[in-house]
Each structure stands twice: as structure tokens, then as C-alpha cells.
């Protein structure tokens, strides 16, 4: 297959602080890819550059073939480059489905025009907006909390419904940023089960930052590990795990 994402010789430094050094990956489409390391290894500078949250030095990024090297990520969004944070970002004081509702662009009712002179218009968008929402609710099981307030859920509930947000786009590429964290294994089930429906049944390309590698198992085919801000080896799990390399970055050298 052929690569969707592709980070290219890849340079970032914070003053004399080089966290990403010379790094090139790439990210077969259809696949769930892990990017794993030790802590200061550069997994979310990494991130924040293929998101447009942070430019890069030197090197390049292509989505799909694209050129993207430091395009916002608003622009991102609306190529289908999303991802979600470690920390949920909800809206809290607004309720889950509202949550996903909110996240279309360009709707007909953000204009104060078509909010006076087309309502029609608008009523019949929101309506299928609604109506897309419901579905998306639906499929990550949050239904029974739809018109709880966001910020009254659960760690694990906004997790999912940030993954639920990804559906209300016309997502290709999600970029997953520790999304195990501060989530119950019961949460956790349905979230990785979710991740694999998306994957399997709508074709998204998922790349993982994630700690937990039983999910990284279950999940990534291949495993990137990433050390010193460069690759370090990339292949299976069974490989990574049984790398000599990758237990010393991890836990240091044998005595």
C-alpha cells in the first residue's frame, strides 16, 4: 500500500534542545501504526508537526502525496488530518450530542444571514446534522448519555466521544494521542473496538502514540519506535518487544 502520511528527514529544536533529529516515517494507508518510546523519545513533537500545531526546522510532511510541511491544522482538518489529545477536549457545558453537532464546518446557521432569511434551510441541515450525530452516538455507545452535559462524563466517555468527533468529518487520517490515558479497561475495550470497526469498516488510517502495550498489540501493525527524536526500528510487535535495542531505551542495560 501506499504510504498516506510521510514525514521526511525531519528537524525540530527547542533553542539548543534538538527533539527531533533527521526523522523519517511512513504510514501505510488503511493501517494502524504505533509510535512508541521512552518519555522525551519526541512522540508528540512529532505529533504536533504532521498536525500543524507546531512547524517543523527543516524536512517535509505529505498527506496523501501532498506537500503539508507547516499547513495549519485548520487547513489539515479540511483534508482530513485529524487527531485527537491525551486531555479530551470537550465542550462542557454543552451536551455530548451537541458535542458532535458542533463539529461540521461551514454549516448554514453560523451565518447571521441565513439564520434571518433562510430557516428553512438551516432547520433542514441541522436536522441531518441531528440526524448524522444520533448515528455517530449510537455507534460508540454513549447513546444512554447523549444529553448529559460533556463535562459531566466520564474520562473514558470523553475519550469516546472524541473518537465520535472524527466521524462527524470526512476523516482519512487520525492521529491518536494517548488515548488509553485515565481511561477504565472496561471504557478502554469499547474504545479499541471502535478503533478497530473504523479502521475496518470506514477505512480510516489511525497513527497511535500510546503507553499501554496491550493495546499497542492488539491494535498497531507495524510498530514504530521512536528514541533520541529518530527511529529507532520499526516492525511487528513481536519484533519490537524482543528488540535488544528497544529494552535498553526502555529499561536500560542489563547489569
Same mark, same amino acid.
Given at each position: +500500500? ?37 518519555? $522525551? ?14 512547524? *517543523? ?18 487547513? *489539515? ?71 448529559? *452535559?460533556?463535562?459531566?462524563?466520564? $474520562? ?32 478502554? $475495550? ?12 470506514? $477505512? ?8 499501554? +502495550? ?42
Amino acid at each position: +500500500m501506499a504510504a498516506i502520511i510521510d514525514v521526511q528527514h525531519v528537524h525540530k529544536a527547542f533553542g539548543g534542545l534538538k527533539v527531533i533529529n533527521d526523522c523519517s516515517i511512513q504510514v501505510e494507508q488503511g493501517s494502524i501504526t504505533g509510535l512508541i518510546g521512552p518519555n $522525551g523519545a519526541g512522540k508528540s513533537t512529532l505529533f504536533n508537526i504532521i498536525a500543524g500545531a507546531l512547524p *517543523l526546522d527543516s524536512g517535509r510532511v505529505l498527506l496523501d502525496g501532498e506537500e503539508i510541511t507547516n499547513r495549519p491544522a485548520n487547513e *489539515l482538518f479540511h483534508k482530513g488530518l485529524l487527531r485527537t489529545f491525551q486531555i479530551a477536549h470537550e465542550f462542557s457545558q454543552m451536551t455530548a450530542l451537541e458535542n458532535l453537532m458542533m463539529v461540521p464546518p461551514a454549516q448554514a446557521g453560523e451565518t447571521l444571514f441565513n439564520a434571518w432569511f433562510k430557516p428553512s434551510l438551516v432547520g433542514k441541515e441541522e436536522a441531518e446534522v441531528r440526524r448524522r450525530a444520533l448515528e455517530v452516538i449510537d455507534f460508540i455507545g454513549l447513546h444512554h448519555v447523549r444529553n448529559e *452535559l460533556a463535562g459531566n462524563l466520564s $474520562g473514558g466517555q470523553k475519550k469516546l466521544l472524541e473518537l465520535g468527533r472524527t466521524m462527524m468529518t470526512d476523516a482519512r487520517v487520525v492521529l491518536l494521542d494517548e488515548i488509553a490515558a485515565g481511561v477504565n479497561r472496561t471504557l478502554l $475495550g469499547d474504545l479499541v473496538t471502535n478503533i478497530e470497526r473504523l479502521n475496518r469498516e470506514m $477505512g480510516y488510517t489511525f497513527l497511535v502514540i500510546e503507553h499501554d +502495550m496491550d493495546m499497542i498489540a492488539r491494535l498497531c501493525e507495524p510498530v514504530i519506535v521512536l528514541a533520541q527524536g529518530s527511529v529507532m526500528v520499526e516492525g511487528s510487535i513481536e519484533e519490537i518487544q524482543n528488540n535488544p535495542q528497544v529494552i535498553e531505551a526502555y529499561f536500560g542495560a542489563a547489569s
